[in-house]
């Protein structure tokens, strides 16, 4: 009797998945003292420049790792499979990294200390959001096919077909959750208001950090969805299932 020998997709650990942080600090001193009282002031009439990209990726499918080979790209990415036992064989592994980047760009404007209404010395600045540039989606995403099963046979066909069922919950899920996370990124953006900081680069990792922290919860409920529906294809029952449908594996 032939040893079971499990699919497997992954997603690599710690989650958010591939997320990738930068801050653009565009820091520019606006002309003139300000006041304490204007980083307290109504939101400017001009809302903040809001760049979105997504993208679902391509995939990179491989026909040239052995079941060791492949083993060892799940072991090093992190991921598990819900049906691996003892004598777990992979044949076949979807690999995917998830981004998340968040890159702010700040006006802050100095602020002045006063004494009977004259300024005399620094005290911070007023920070404001100018502008957000947010990529999300797939960044890398790598399918392999155990080299023991050549193109245009049963077990590749069925080895591949779930592969590309796994590669498809993730582009899917891009799909699903992009306009999800450009609204919460407008709406976010929008509403922040000017903080006070002791450095412009201060505030602009505030302002960014809001902004993340925000759209981070909408990326970590889509990692969910993604993992569960992975998982529903990993399973004992499923596996037998698939290959049930060849007489040779």
């Given at each position: 009797m032939s040893l079971p020998r499990p699919f497997a997709s992954c997603l690599p650990a710690g989650l958010p998945a591939g997320m990738a942080v930068a801050v653009l600090l565009g820091a520019l001193a606006a002309p003139g003292p300000a006041l304490g009282e204007e980083c307290r002031s109504p939101?400017?009439?001009?809302?903040?420049?809001?760049?979105?990209?997504?993208?679902?990726?391509?995939?990179?499918?491989?026909?040239?790792?052995?079941?060791?080979?492949?083993?060892?790209?799940?072991?090093?990415?992190?991921?598990?499979v819900a049906a691996a036992g003892p004598n777990w064989q992979p044949i076949g592994l979807t690999l995917a990294s998830l981004l998340l980047s968040v890159e702010v760009r700040v006006a802050a404007t100095s602020l002045k200390a006063t004494r009977r209404g004259e300024p005399v010395s620094s005290s911070g600045y007023c920070v404001r959001l100018a502008a957000a540039t947010v990529k999300f989606g797939v960044q890398h995403l790598s399918a392999y096919v155990s080299r023991e099963y050549s193109s245009g046979t049963c077990a590749f066909d069925i080895v591949r077909e779930h592969e590309g069922r796994h590669v498809a919950i993730y582009q899917s899920a891009v799909k699903r959750y992009a306009p999800m996370i450009k609204k919460r990124l407008d709406a976010t953006a929008r509403d922040l208001r000017p903080i006070r900081a002791a450095t412009p680069q201060e505030g602009a990792e505030r302002l960014r950090k809001a902004l993340n922290e925000d759209l981070t919860r909408i990326f970590e409920a889509m990692s969910r969805d993604m993992e569960r529906q992975n998982g529903v294809l990993d399973t004992p029952a499923a596996y037998a299932a698939e290959r049930a449908r060849c007489p040779n594996w």
């Amino acid at each position: 009797m032939s040893l079971p020998r499990p699919f497997a997709s992954c997603l690599p650990a710690g989650l958010p998945a591939g997320m990738a942080v930068a801050v653009l600090l565009g820091a520019l001193a606006a002309p003139g003292p300000a006041l304490g009282e204007e980083c307290r002031s109504p939101l400017p009439d001009t809302a903040p420049e809001v760049v979105f990209k997504a993208d679902i990726g391509t995939v990179d499918w491989h026909n040239d790792k052995t079941r060791d080979q492949i083993r060892t790209l799940r072991s090093k990415s992190g991921a598990k499979v819900a049906a691996a036992g003892p004598n777990w064989q992979p044949i076949g592994l979807t690999l995917a990294s998830l981004l998340l980047s968040v890159e702010v760009r700040v006006a802050a404007t100095s602020l002045k200390a006063t004494r009977r209404g004259e300024p005399v010395s620094s005290s911070g600045y007023c920070v404001r959001l100018a502008a957000a540039t947010v990529k999300f989606g797939v960044q890398h995403l790598s399918a392999y096919v155990s080299r023991e099963y050549s193109s245009g046979t049963c077990a590749f066909d069925i080895v591949r077909e779930h592969e590309g069922r796994h590669v498809a919950i993730y582009q899917s899920a891009v799909k699903r959750y992009a306009p999800m996370i450009k609204k919460r990124l407008d709406a976010t953006a929008r509403d922040l208001r000017p903080i006070r900081a002791a450095t412009p680069q201060e505030g602009a990792e505030r302002l960014r950090k809001a902004l993340n922290e925000d759209l981070t919860r909408i990326f970590e409920a889509m990692s969910r969805d993604m993992e569960r529906q992975n998982g529903v294809l990993d399973t004992p029952a499923a596996y037998a299932a698939e290959r049930a449908r060849c007489p040779n594996w």
